[in-house]
């Protein structure tokens, strides 16, 4: 983190501060909800009250679409006379640019707002992920380390860490936490104080927003002083805790196993129960027991681990009863109020949409009720005709809350389910398939192993990927006997995963097809 020498030191020494006899350039990029307006406004203020002459504009994107909103603010000190300032910021032209995500920052600097003689960068270095990166089936997500690399090539200084946490730590918005950074950083020419001053009389949520103010002003200057407000970091949140036997089975893996292990058991044990959780530690056992004797202990057991990962994805599966449960889940409404920037004395409304359909009532019902109602055709298409269309529910409301929890409530039924015994039948095929191929090669079964990333979601989602899943399994026992299987299963699953039509998966299924048929 490189800060800027404050202006009151400058002045401090009898110079006089060169910001003073220049229009001071800041641009403001922010996506709806992360309250860029209203940062905005505070700076506006900020320079009235301290005698600029200060114009701002915006020009509005649509989400993260086609990009953030884009606001633009000039200022002037010591002016005789109303200056003339610029409606939009000029690559090349911006003193300070704040971003309220980090690939924001990215992008204003692929469009040259950022400049290493000129501009200094104030951005928040947490996520909130595009619509484009969360479509795509598989990792989709953007290189957050080249941006870090960027901004450190591309800017004067460099103001970045989470300024997120502090927002919702404090339960506010993000536009609080960058304004402190703002004053912290010393890239305008006011006291600390006088940023203070904006917020205090703000009005509603004065007091969330100093204390987020006030963190994020101490992380600049200190780093990160704030343990207390400092989001876990990967693989050190809270843990579940287990059973005692469940824990013992764990320690008794092998070392390098341990770990997934863990994650793996404490997922099935949050979608089920302790004793869903134990059926886990079964497959996992006896997928351990085969890799030793197929000498995986020289290969890492990568057979374990792969198993481990995706044995506890398979089981907890995506249903009607677990979107229920994610929806009534009181962790969920903090993230929605968060996102949405709701206040203590904000009303916030909630609609959620499904849309349902004949597969997902039968899924839902007792094993032989659901088989009935799918093998009689005429009946099955009454039901989809009536189910299959759109449903909102308002969530904030005592009857739509109900209804999902009562649905979240067959949690305790889920086991007697027509899914259920659908998804554990598959289970147990796919397993049979995969380690049917340890010993023979060892990588190709490690392979199949990870087939199971194909699969996601429910309703067409998870057709879809089921589908892909079906035709890499079929194409990986057509070539077992090949060398190079493994490498080739791996590049039908990066296909599989590259689009949603699976148009990249034919081709590379064609391929295939092109020599498996002359062996």
């Known amino acids: 983190m490189n800060i800027a020498l404050p202006a009151e030191s400058a002045r401090g020494h009898g110079r006089p501060d ?22 905005t406004s505070w700076i506006v203020d900020l320079a009235e009250r301290n005698g600029f002459a200060v114009q701002a504009t915006s020009v509005a994107g649509v989400a993260q679409r086609t990009g953030a909103t884009i606001y633009y603010v000039e200022m002037l000190a010591n002016a005789e006379r109303q200056p003339v300032f610029s409606l939009a910021p000029t690559p090349g032209d911006v003193d300070i640019l704040i971003a309220a995500e980090l690939m924001e920052a990215g992008r204003a600097i692929m469009r040259g707002f950022v400049t290493p003689d000129r501009t200094a ?30 901004m450190d090539a591309s800017a004067r200084t460099v103001v970045a860490f989470d300024m997120q946490q502090y927002a919702v730590r404090y339960g ?30 703000s009005g509603r949520g004065a007091q969330a927003s100093m204390r987020a103010f006030r963190a994020a002003a101490f992380t600049t200057v200190h780093g990160d002083g704030d343990k207390a407000a400092k989001p876990p970091q990967p693989g050190t949140a809270s843990r579940r805790e287990f059973p005692k036997v469940l824990a013992e089975r764990i320690a008794r893996l092998p070392d390098s196993i341990q770990d997934m292990a863990r994650r793996g058991l404490e997922k099935v044990v949050g979608f089920q129960d302790a004793d869903y959780g134990a059926e886990y530690l079964d497959h996992l056992d006896a997928v351990a027991g085969q890799d030793r004797a197929v000498g995986g202990e020289d290969r890492g057991f990568e057979l374990t681990l792969a198993a481990a990962k995706h044995i506890a994805n398979a ?11 994610i929806k009534t889940a009181f962790r969920r409404l903090r993230e929605v109020e968060g996102a949405g920037g709701a206040g203590e004395q904000s009303v916030l409304k909630v609609t959620e949409y499904f849309h349902p359909s004949a ?8 094993v032989g009720l659901g088989r009935a109602i799918e093998a009689r055709p005429g009946l099955y298409a009454r039901i989809d005709r009536f189910m299959n269309r759109g449903r909102r529910v308002r969530s904030n409301g005592l009857g739509g809350f109900l209804l999902l929890y009562a649905v979240a409530g067959m949690r ?33 079964a490690v392979q199949m192993l990870n087939c199971r990333r194909l699969i ?19 194409a990986a026992g057509s070539i077992a006997d090949r060398e190079d299987a493994a490498d080739w299963v791996e590049r039908l699953i990066t296909s599989a995963l590259a689009d949603e039509q699976g148009e990249a998966l034919d081709g590379a299924l064609k391929t295939i097809g092109s020599f498996a048929d002359t062996a």
């Open 359 to 366: 597969k997902e009532l039968c899924s839902m019902l007792p």
């Open 456 to 474: 996601k979601g429910y309703s067409d989602t998870h057709a879809r990927g089921l589908s892909k899943f079906d035709k890499v399994m079929a």
């Open 315 to 325: 089981m907890a599966y995506d249903d009607v009863i677990r979107v229920a449960d």
């Open 412 to 444: 305790r039924f889920r086991r007697r389910l027509l899914r259920h015994e659908v998804e554990s039948v598959h289970l147990e095929a796919w397993l049979e398939a995969a380690l049917g191929h340890a010993r023979t090669n060892y990588p190709l």
């Open 121 to 150: 960068l104030i951005a928040s270095a947490h996520r909130a992920y595009a619509t484009a990166e969360k479509i795509v089936p598989g990792d989709a997500l953007a290189d957050r380390d080249a941006v870090r690399e960027a």
């Open 18 to 39: 060169p910001r003073l006899e220049q229009v001071i350039k800041l641009a403001v990029l922010a996506v709806g909800g992360q309250g860029g307006g209203v940062l």
């Open 172 to 201: 506010t918005v993000i536009s609080a936490s960058l304004f402190g950074a703002l004053a912290a950083s010393g890239t305008l020419p006011f006291p600390q104080k006088a940023f203070e001053e904006i917020i205090e009389t």
